[in-house]
């Protein structure tokens, strides 16, 4: 994706006439597409004939052709294959480090569950010795103001500390809650962030190309209902007042866009 990009850059460059020496950054760039990593066939699909070969070959051609060839390289299926390949390398790092990540923070949380458990039964038992013991001193007629005043002292130390103990349980379980729902809600922006990409990219490609497949692949996304599923998703959350009016009102803009690349794509059609 990255060599697609420069070309299309020093293609571009030169199709305008522009001074290279001002482009520093892409004044020496050279390529070859023998020496491509991931060699693309075109044989199964939409071929507009505007590739690039060889840098001294493409920079040869007519600065028109060059302009052609340059929109096409960012536009063409074999951008939108290498770039769909990247996006599912991409995720399935973030799957691998997500399952990692849970595991840590599930066996983390099992720990802490496991001591605060653990100092439930201790100081509830320690709780339980401290009124045997009064009730027993005050059986046998062993009672003291100061022994009592001691024994009373320890039971209202433990029973805090229980109540202590309770409260960072609640907290706790809060903590998690929020962090899961983060999460979730990240997720959920990539999700739909990724759906409105794949729509303009297609939409793009059509109208540049003709490409059917670009056509039928806006269509297919659109009647697979997978933004208003996301969005449902994102209703559910539990929004406040302001955040679901700001999706809503990002929903209306998006439908906006839909309707632009609509009527861009009948136009080029007709």
């Not at 013991?133 to 009672?143: H, N, T």
């Not at 009592?148 to 002292?153: C, D, E, V, Y």
């Amino acid at each position: 994706v990255e060599k697609s990009i420069e070309v299309a850059l020093r293609l571009a460059v030169a199709s305008h006439g522009l001074d290279i020496t001002e482009y520093r950054e892409i004044a020496g760039f050279t390529w070859d597409v023998a020496e491509d990593l991931h060699p693309f066939d075109w044989t199964d699909y939409y071929d507009n004939g505007l590739h690039y070969t060889t840098s001294e070959h493409d920079l040869a051609l007519p600065p028109d052709l060059q302009g052609l060839i340059a929109r096409s390289i960012l536009f063409d299926e074999k951008y939108h294959t290498d770039e769909g390949r990247v996006r599912t390398e991409v995720h399935e790092f973030e799957r691998l480090l997500e399952e990692r990540k849970d595991r840590e923070v599930e066996a983390a949380l099992s720990q802490v569950h496991f001591f605060i458990a653990l100092s439930f039964v201790v100081y509830g038992l320690l709780l339980a010795c401290f009124l045997i013991v009064l009730l027993l001193v005050k059986r046998l007629r062993l009672i003291s103001k100061k022994l009592t005043l001691i024994l009373l002292s320890a039971i209202v130390v433990v029973a805090i500390e229980l109540a202590l103990l309770g409260s960072t349980t609640v907290l706790n379980e809060e903590q998690q809650s929020r962090a899961s729902w983060k999460l979730q809600s990240w997720k959920l922006t990539v999700e739909a962030s990724q759906a409105d990409h794949l729509l303009q990219a297609a939409s793009r490609e059509f109208v540049q190309f003709g490409n059917m497949r670009a056509y039928h692949r806006y269509w297919d996304e659109l009647r697979s209902g997978h933004a208003e599923k996301v969005l449902e998703k994102q209703y559910a959350m539990g929004l406040t007042d302001d955040e679901h009016h700001l999706l809503e009102e990002s929903h209306k803009a998006m439908k906006d866009v839909i309707l632009t690349e609509e009527i861009a794509m009948v136009l080029a059609a007709w």
